[in-house]
């Protein structure tokens, strides 16, 4: 399956809500929630190919909504009077006519079923939690793979002749 053309829908704040470390954060800091959030988001992005949008449900602010670009993911605050439910209906039809999958990740039931109306595939928070997870892991050991492990990194970067050298001083010898 060729991901690079898919889009993910994130409900932002349903994530936060339902992501342990995300929710405890929220307690102290609900920016720094946000910017975990879109941080392992681009993680996410930039290792699938998807593209992803986060849509942060701002119906009780007043304001005209806003839509910017942060880390390469396509971030969105809701207009005044508008739900991030509403939002992401809107972005399902509007993007389901360019003819690719799109997942909406939220764990709001009703908000799954609207959305799979509309075609696109339903993703729980949880499920894109341990897909998130399962990204980083093979990150982390391709990057292990890439790097062999030395333990003396000053050993590889000298001569054959100066590391005997060093070696029959280490000995004693002369």
């Given at each position: 399956m060729n991901r690079r053309d898919d889009i993910v829908l994130v409900d932002g704040y349903n994530m936060i809500g339902a992501w342990p470390m995300l929710e405890k954060l929220k307690e102290h800091d609900l920016e720094d929630a946000r910017d975990r959030l879109l941080d392992m988001l681009a993680d996410y992005q930039g290792f699938t190919g998807m593209q992803v949008f986060v849509i942060f449900d701002a119906h009780q602010v007043p304001g005209?909504?806003?839509t910017f670009k942060q880390h390469k993911l396509t971030v969105v605050y809701t207009k005044e009077k508008e739900t991030a439910d509403e939002c992401i209906?809107?972005?399902?039809?509007?993007?389901?006519?360019?003819?690719?999958?799109?997942?909406?990740?939220?764990s709001d039931l009703?908000?799954?079923?609207?959305?799979?109306?509309?075609?696109?595939?339903?993703?729980?928070?949880?499920?894109?939690?341990?897909?998130?997870?399962?990204?980083?892991?093979?990150?982390?050991?391709?990057?292990?793979?890439?790097?062999?492990?030395?333990?003396?990194s000053?050993?590889?970067?000298?001569?054959l002749d100066v590391r005997s050298q060093l070696e029959k001083l280490r000995r004693g010898e002369k």
């Open positions: 005209l909504g806003a209906e809107r972005l399902c039809s509007e993007l389901f006519a360019r003819r690719r999958s799109i997942y909406v990740a939220t009703v908000e799954q079923h609207v959305a799979f109306g509309k075609g696109a595939l339903r993703l729980s928070a949880r499920e894109l939690l341990i897909d998130i997870t399962q990204n980083r892991k093979d990150i982390d050991q391709a990057l292990r793979k890439d790097k062999p492990i030395s333990r003396n000053v050993d590889n970067r000298i001569s």
